[in-house]
């Protein structure tokens, strides 16, 4: 059973940065997807960026461009999610999640989820 744990989260002001980490345990070899979702109160779950085992990534939405940059440790089996120049709307929980059948903006595709680590954008 995969299991996956993020963190990092925490309270920033406006214009900073984060880096938010997915530890995942118990692959069993293969392909997965991993992927980065948040959701603000109210809102529904939207997908943040996406990375495969093999390498391929995959950022979802205007709001990540030129911010958010997702990356793999496969060796430590961890993925990241480094966030710059943070605004208050990006003020959600964030969620890993993770699929084996690839890189995909709907939450519904990934059967693995962590539990997720609360970002605060805020001065």
């Known amino acids: 059973q995969l299991q996956l744990v993020e963190s990092g989260g925490g309270l920033v002001q406006p214009g900073g940065s984060l880096r938010l980490s997915c530890a995942a345990a118990?692959?069993?070899?293969?392909?997965?997807?991993i992927g980065w979702f948040r959701q603000a109160p109210g809102k529904e779950r939207e997908g943040v960026s996406c990375i495969g085992t093999t390498g391929g990534r995959t950022n979802y939405g205007e709001f990540v461009n030129g911010r958010f940059t997702i990356s793999s440790d496969n060796a430590k089996n961890k993925v990241y999610l480094q966030m710059n120049s943070l605004k208050p709307e990006d003020t959600a929980v964030y969620y890993c999640?993770?699929?084996?059948?690839?890189?995909?903006?709907?939450?519904?595709?990934?059967?693995?989820w962590g539990q997720g680590t609360q970002v605060t954008v805020s001065s």
């Open positions: 999640a993770a699929n084996r059948v690839g890189c995909s903006p709907l939450p519904d595709t990934y059967g693995y």
């Open positions: 118990g692959f069993t070899g293969g392909y997965y997807a």
